[in-house]
C-alpha cells in the first residue's frame, strides 16, 4: 500500500512539474484543428488548410485575338497566358474575351486571373475576370478599368487554379 502511494505521488508530480513546465514556456496544448470540425477535412485528416489548395502544373500558351475574342488551350493548373492583339474599349467597353480549355479545371473550383499591364497601351490599366463556364472550360475577360482603351497590344495573364477538398 506503501509503495502504491509513493508511486502516486510520483506521478502527481510529475504531471504538475509537465503542466508548470508547459505554462512557463507558453506551449499551447491544442489540436491543429479543432475537434468541432467533421467533413472530409476534419482532425482525422490531420490537414491544416483545409479551404483550398494549388493544384500543381505550370504551363504557357500564346492566344492570337481576333475581333475581341480568342480560343487556346493551357491544360494546366497554373500558367501564363500571352495575348496578341488584344483590345479593349475604355472604362469595361467591348473587353476582349478568351475562351481557355484546361482539362484540370473543375466545375467546383476557382480561378484566379491577373493581367501584366506592362505591354499595355500606355494608361490603361487591365483587369481580367475568370469565370468556369464548364469542366475543361475556362472565360477569361480582360477589361481597361480606365478611360484609356486598350489597341492591339500583348497583354500576359497570369492564371491559377484554386480546388477544394482533401487531396488525398
Do not use: W
Request: proline share 4%; hydrophobic share 45%.
Amino acid at each position: 500500500m506503501r509503495e502504491t502511494l509513493r508511486k502516486i505521488a510520483v506521478a502527481a508530480g510529475l504531471f504538475i512539474g509537465g503542466v508548470l513546465a508547459a505554462a512557463a514556456l507558453n506551449i499551447t496544448l491544442t489540436p491543429v484543428v479543432p475537434p468541432t470540425e467533421n467533413g472530409e477535412n476534419s482532425s482525422s485528416a490531420q490537414q491544416i488548410v483545409d479551404f483550398a489548395r494549388i493544384k500543381l502544373g505550370f504551363g504557357t500558351t500564346t492566344i492570337a485575338i481576333s475581333g475581341s475574342a480568342g480560343t487556346g488551350t493551357l491544360n494546366n493548373a497554373a500558367g501564363l497566358i500571352t495575348l496578341t492583339s488584344a483590345t479593349a474599349g475604355a472604362s469595361g467597353a467591348t473587353p476582349s474575351v478568351v475562351t481557355l480549355n484546361d482539362n484540370k479545371v473543375q466545375t467546383t473550383d476557382a480561378v484566379q486571373c491577373n493581367a501584366d499591364s506592362t505591354g499595355a497601351t500606355a494608361g490603361a490599366v487591365l483587369v481580367c475576370n475568370a469565370h468556369i463556364t464548364s469542366a475543361g472550360v475556362v472565360t477569361l475577360t480582360l477589361y481597361s478599368a480606365t478611360p484609356t482603351a486598350l489597341t492591339a497590344s500583348t497583354v500576359v495573364l497570369s492564371m491559377e487554379v484554386l480546388t477544394s477538398g482533401n487531396p488525398n
